[in-house]
């Protein structure tokens, strides 16, 4: 079992759907969660960060965070095509609020269609 | 501008040949790593450091060396590079402040090892 998981894809919405995007993870130790976009070409950039269980949310991003089923997911609400990227899930492994060592699932493709 | 820089951009070598890949920050980040990106296993971390001459391993150590003299500096040393090490790869820095999460990637460096 891979330490963090996510469906590579692609993933295609219609414009102006809800994308939705998950990842599961098996350290159960884990605190920090954090969601990356990347463009094709491009370096990562962060979006989103998440610590507690329960939804946070940022402009059109939510992530959501259920420890017990070890599941973190993000959510973009009124996908743009502009959107269109991978989104990179990371999992701290040391368990603490600061960044160590970061396990990064695989990416899920995105495809905002028009 | 806040920014992470790389250097070189695209590297070339042989087998054995060491050298070595630069990254600067400019934010007065404590945190800095080193990452590596490759077709179907996604983003791994090499190394990271917390503070100046804080390091530690990070998934994908081996084969690669990393110091931390001062705090904007954090170059890659590969003392004996091989083909398997043939990837693209990324240096960041991260910020945790005040509940916000700052995070920078350097623009990626390509490196082929023949």
């Known amino acids: 079992q891979k330490e963090v998981e996510q469906n590579s894809g692609p993933l295609s919405v219609p414009e102006g759907a809800i994308a939705s995007l998950n990842c599961t993870y098996s350290d159960r130790g884990s605190q920090s969660f954090f969601w990356y976009r990347q463009y094709s070409g491009k370096s990562p950039e962060l979006i989103m960060s998440i610590y507690s269980n329960g939804d946070k949310e940022d402009g059109r991003f939510t992530a959501q965070l259920n420890k017990a089923s070890q599941y973190v997911s993000l959510l973009i609400r009124d996908s743009q095509p502009s959107d269109s990227a991978t989104y990179l899930c990371?999992?701290?492994?040391?368990?603490?609020?600061?960044?160590?060592?970061?396990?990064f699932g695989q990416g899920t493709t995105l495809q905002v269609k028009p | 501008e806040a920014q992470v820089t790389q250097n070189p951009r695209y590297l070339i070598t042989v087998t054995g040949k060491k050298l070595t890949v630069t990254c600067s920050q400019n934010?007065?980040?404590?945190?800095m790593s080193w990452y590596r990106q490759d077709p179907g296993l996604g983003l791994r971390q090499i190394y990271y450091s917390m503070n100046v001459e804080v390091t530690d391993k990070g998934d994908v150590p081996e084969g690669y060396k990393v110091s931390r003299k001062e705090k904007r500096n954090f170059p890659l040393i590969l003392e004996s590079p091989s083909p398997n090490q043939t990837s693209l790869y990324f240096c960041a820095s991260y910020l945790r402040a005040s509940g916000t999460d700052t995070q920078y990637f350097g623009p990626g460096t390509r490196l082929t090892v023949l």
């Open positions: 990371a999992v701290n492994k040391l368990g603490s609020s600061n960044t160590g060592k970061l396990i």
């Open positions: 934010m007065n980040h404590e945190y």
